[in-house]
């Protein structure tokens, strides 16, 4: 993949997980333009942010490259004055934030893996990268994180990022292998939300217990 593609699916992401950010604020909170702006920015930014400081390319990428911003900040701006449409072409929030953390988990890993890091690294720091935004995003709102909660959100950026990282390691990694890798890891979140699928919860008695068992 040339490091052309690579930053389009970056910007790509970046821009979907901003309309999701900055869509989830104006839910979660009664925010004005600034707020929604914040939150989105951090959304859309924090994964990339986090992954480029854990494998010590400084300043992160975000500050040294003005397009990353830009997009942030368009995203949310766009979300913010076009909230009513896009509520009617996105059915749910849950669309964006699965699109986004598929981008972005094949992406970081990518940008892992050209930074020297072996495959099993890449892998962890790919998730890390598409479920950071989102996390910042719950903790801001006051919200329990969703790769807390939900079995069937960092485990769907852990394939996505095991795919990408093994064609990386065996020298098979191309746009088409990248775009696969984000597709099974988007399809995989969208059968959780749709099927309402998930790893045992623990139970505050000591028994482990279904999500949706209330006894």
């Given at each position: 993949m040339t490091p052309t593609i690579l930053l389009v699916l970056e910007l790509v992401g970046t821009f979907v997980f901003g309309l999701n950010g900055a869509l989830t604020a104006m839910e979660a909170e009664r925010l004005d333009l600034v707020g929604v702006t914040v939150l989105g920015t951090?959304?859309?930014?924090?994964g990339g942010i986090i992954r480029d400081l854990l494998i010590g390319a400084t300043p992160p990428a975000t500050f040294r490259d003005w397009r990353y911003l830009a997009v942030a900040l368009a995203s949310a701006v766009v979300a913010f004055l076009g909230r009513r449409f896009l509520h009617?072409?996105?059915r749910s929030i849950n669309l964006l934030d699965a699109a986004g953390l598929s981008l972005f988990c094949v992406t970081g890993t990518a940008v892992a893996f050209g930074h020297g890091l072996g495959a099993f690294q890449s892998t962890i720091l790919g998730a890390i990268t598409g479920v950071g935004g989102g996390t910042i995003r719950?903790?801001?709102?006051?919200?329990?994180?969703?790769v807390l909660t939900?079995?069937?959100?960092a485990i769907p950026a852990l394939v996505g990022a095991a795919?990408?990282?093994v064609a990386l390691n065996f020298h098979a990694y191309d746009t088409g292998v990248a775009i696969g890798a984000a597709v099974v890891c988007f399809v995989i979140r969208l059968a959780g939300l749709h099927f309402?699928?998930?790893v045992p919860i623990a139970d505050p008695s000591g028994h482990e217990r279904a999500p949706d068992d209330d006894h």
């Open positions: 951090m959304t859309a930014l924090g009617r072409v996105v719950d903790i801001t709102i006051r919200r329990v994180p969703t939900s079995g069937l959100y795919i990408t990282a309402n699928l998930n």
